[in-house]
């Protein structure tokens, strides 16, 4: 079955400054791959998703992610951030062997003035 | 534009209470998924279907059951409430688990038991 590991659960980074979240997965099949973000009190939005056409995923809002499959990694980044960046951000990955859809336990993005 | 409504939006039980929730999408999409989400847990299936008249057992199906009589709507049943299920429920549907798709989700139901 397939899983996703969100290797930090908080992650601090100062206005203007460059983010990195952290996705690693498990899957025995072809993966399709998902970030997901939740701001406070409110639902779900996808930033981008990896399907297999271009390793290099680019997303609303600046945000990008690259699909490394020797690593079984799928980090997403942010140039520079922003105070509205910060929300709970979500790896997901799902695959055609089990229809299931699996998040990762979330990582939450602080922005620091 | 209705996509995938969740009803309702905010439940306060009793332990013991029963109570269905009720997920309705538009988008004929065919999978359909239940969600809790607990802090510092992420979203955790519940249960899931790929069509109409089929549900499966997600990660934490206990004290949960769900029906697909209908392809638009995924019920999630709780028959006696427990004060451990009180989070957050997320309902999505999809199209696809592959390719260039993606999963819709509900607004998410806050139920409280107490």
């Known amino acids: 079955a397939q899983s996703v590991t969100q290797l930090d659960s908080h992650v601090s980074v100062s206005e203007g400054t460059p983010v990195l979240l952290r996705c690693n997965y498990s899957?025995?099949?072809?993966?399709?791959l998902f970030w997901y973000v939740q701001h406070p009190n409110k639902g779900l939005q996808l930033l981008l998703k990896y399907t297999s056409a271009a390793t290099l995923v680019k997303g609303i809002n600046g945000f990008e992610a690259e699909f490394k499959k020797s690593e079984t990694s799928f980090h997403l980044t942010k140039p520079s951030a922003h105070m509205s960046d910060a929300a709970e951000y979500f790896c997901v990955v799902s695959d055609r062997r089990d229809d299931k859809i699996i998040f990762g336990k979330g990582t939450r993005l602080h922005i620091l003035p | 534009n209705a996509g995938v409504t969740q009803t309702p939006k905010f439940r306060v039980l009793k332990t013991g209470q029963s109570m269905t929730l009720l997920c309705a999408q538009d988008?004929?999409?065919?999978?359909m998924y239940w969600y809790r989400q607990d802090p510092g847990m992420g979203l955790r299936l519940i249960h899931y279907s790929v069509g109409e008249g089929t549900t499966a057992k997600g990660e934490v199906p206990d004290g949960y059951n769900v029906s697909r009589l209908k392809k638009q709507n995924f019920l999630l049943g709780l028959e006696s409430a427990a004060p451990s299920q009180t989070s957050v429920y997320f309902c999505?549907?999809?199209?696809?688990?592959?390719?260039?798709?993606?999963?819709?989700f509900g607004q998410g139901t806050r139920l409280t038991v107490v």
């Open positions: 999505a549907s999809s199209y696809s688990v592959v390719g260039n798709t993606e999963a819709f």
């Open positions: 988008m004929n999409h065919e999978y």
């Open positions: 899957s025995s099949y072809s993966p399709s």
